[in-house]
């Protein structure tokens, strides 16, 4: 999970918002591998200092419950793979996943590298959790994040959050890294 790309979705969805005819893909990233190790307490205290920059800059808020109510693990893929799952469930499944994700981890203090986490936000947004369960661990969606991280890798994507126009002629930045509504719309506008 990426706390930058959570301070972004309100501005994502107000702009998606704006421009309803545009054909969205979600594309994985990734971030950090697999993992069962516990995050070592430097990296809590780092991560922990980035969520108050972000509330001080931005104004989302966080739940720093999260910190002592888990034991947190760098590892991101089973959020990633959750989302590819919802979208093969769902038509509009990944922004949903990717949202309940968000909500269940940044507000709920909920840890997102759990698949019992995985499987509530799936519920919530109305999957059948055995059915998203099975999906979720199957072959094929490994395969579906290992093409997606490629195909960022391929873009040049190096952090997120990273929002992309894709047109017949070129693929052009219209964010990479947080960034605002009008700055985003200006961007857009000058592509048009």
Not at 42 to 52: C, H, V, Y
Not at 112 to 122: D, F, H, K, R, Y
Not at 151 to 156: A, I, Y
Not at 171 to 183: H, M, Q
């Amino acid at each position: 999970m990426c706390s930058w790309c959570w301070a972004f979705s309100k501005t994502l969805e107000n702009w998606l918002q704006q421009h309803p005819d545009l054909d969205v893909l979600w594309v994985m990233g990734g971030l950090a591998p697999d993992s069962d190790e516990p995050m070592p307490q430097s990296m809590r205290e780092a991560i922990a200092s980035t969520w108050q920059r972000i509330e001080s800059q931005t104004g989302t808020r966080f739940n720093y419950d999260f910190w002592t109510r888990n034991t947190p693990r760098r590892s991101t893929y089973p959020s990633c793979r959750a989302v590819i799952a919802a979208g093969e469930l769902h038509p509009e499944g990944r922004q949903l996943m990717s949202q309940a994700i968000q909500k269940a981890y940044y507000l709920d203090a909920k840890n997102p590298s759990e698949t019992s986490t995985l499987l509530e936000c799936a519920e919530s947004i109305g999957l059948d959790a055995s059915q998203f369960a099975e999906l979720l661990s199957s072959d094929r969606i490994e395969s579906k994040l290992n093409s997606e991280l490629e195909f960022c890798r391929t873009l040049g994507i190096q952090g997120f959050p990273a929002l992309l126009l894709v047109n017949d002629e070129a693929v052009i930045p219209l964010a990479l890294g947080y960034s605002t509504l009008d700055k985003i719309e200006k961007r857009f506008r000058e592509t048009q």
